[in-house]
T-cell receptor
Framework: GENVEQHPSTLSVQEGDSAVIKCTYS??????FPWYKQELGKRPQLIID?????GEKKDQRIAVTLNKTAKHFSLHITETQPEDSAVYFC????????????FGKGTHLIIQP | NAGVTQTPKFQVLKTGQSMTLQCAQD?????MSWYRQDPGMGLRLIHY???????DQGEVPNGYNVSRSTTEDFPLRLLSAAPSQTSVYFC????????????FGQGTRLTVV
């Protein structure tokens, strides 16, 4: 089955700096890559996703890049703010049908004031 | 439109007891799933369903049963609780086809003593 590795497990950045979280996946058939943000005590919520026919997608301060050849994708957050502090999960799936999401182990992002 | 609703939010069980975690969604999603979240382990798939009457095992199914008698409901049963089942449980649903967002319930924090 699919295996998703996520790094780093903890990332501390100064407010206003950029943060990058990286994930690799093992199944070349995977074609859908969402990112979820989970605030303390809350449910995971989708913040951005990318499909395999796209190399990059941006939404305001967050962007995701995908390299299908290398089987890795990354989350980029620019101009970090205190409300960005959370745990971020990457995931991969073959997209729809019975195939579920395989999640990485998560990155705890800490924004230092 | 309530989305995905899980009950209870907190539960303490004694070893050997059984219980059912409830999950309901009102978005007419065909696909429903249960994940458990443990520190440093990310979200791991327990069981999933692609429609009423159809269920299948995920990555960590042992000790859990599910059924799907309606599109809306997908309960998770712990047959004989063990301390290793202490975790936070999330139900999630999405449309079956295409690359679509998975919506999560608010989670159930279960402690088995």
């Amino acid at each position: 089955g699919e295996n998703v590795e996520q790094h780093p497990s903890t990332l501390s950045v100064q407010e206003g700096d950029s943060a990058v979280i990286k994930c690799t996946y093992s199944d070349s058939a995977s074609n859908y890559f969402p990112w979820y943000k989970q605030e303390l005590g809350k449910r995971p919520q989708l913040i951005i996703d990318i499909r395999s026919n796209v190399g990059e997608k941006k939404d305001q301060r967050i962007a995701v890049t995908l390299n299908k050849t290398a089987k890795h994708f990354s989350l980029h957050i620019t101009e970090t703010q205190p409300e960005d502090s959370a745990v971020y999960f990457c995931a991969a799936s073959k997209g729809g049908g019975a195939d579920g999401l395989t999640f990485g182990k998560g990155t705890h992002l800490i924004i230092q004031p | 439109n309530a989305g995905v609703t899980q009950t209870p939010k907190f539960q303490v069980l004694k070893t050997g007891q059984s219980m059912t975690l409830q999950c309901a969604q009102d978005m007419n999603h065909e696909y429903m799933s249960w994940y458990r979240q443990d520190p440093g382990m990310g979200l791991r798939l327990i069981h999933y369903s692609v429609g009423a009457g159809i269920t299948d095992q995920g990555e960590v199914p042992n000790g859990y049963n599910v059924s799907r008698s309606t599109t809306e409901d997908f309960p998770l049963r712990l047959l004989s609780a063990a301390p290793s089942q202490t975790s936070v449980y999330f139900c999630a649903s999405r449309l079956l086809m295409g690359d679509t967002e998975a919506f999560f319930g608010q989670g159930t924090r279960l402690t088995v003593v």
